[in-house]
């Protein structure tokens, strides 16, 4: 899923990834082609495709991939244990990465069916934030 480790941050290769349109959920295209990032930009971008990933429903993703929010779906815990366990998926998710060293959660909100998460993550290139 990563390239193997090399002579860079982190000992890691510079991350290259598709640029992404966070308010329509997209990667963005140019000229016919998707736009590549590198560094603290293509990470927030894998980041945020992670957490928005349903993990083990795709065939194509590594089961390492992706994110387990949807099991939160239809249980009958209490809000303190929606939020820890939103909390933990959302963690689990990213620091499957060995980009990213640290996260935290910064928020966590329901809204009827929908749920926002805000974190913070400490990458191999310095601090970076995504919303979901």
Known sequence: ???LPRDRPGGLPLYRDVKMDYERGRPVWAGGGPVFVTGLEAVRGWAWRAVDTARYRFSVFDWSYGCELEELVGQPYQENTKRSEAERYVREALLVSPYIREVRV?????E???LHIAADMETVYGRGSINV
Do not use: I, K
């Open 112 to 114: 009827g069916s929908t």
């Open 1 to 3: 899923m990563f390239p």
């Open 106 to 110: 910064t928020g966590v909100e329901f």
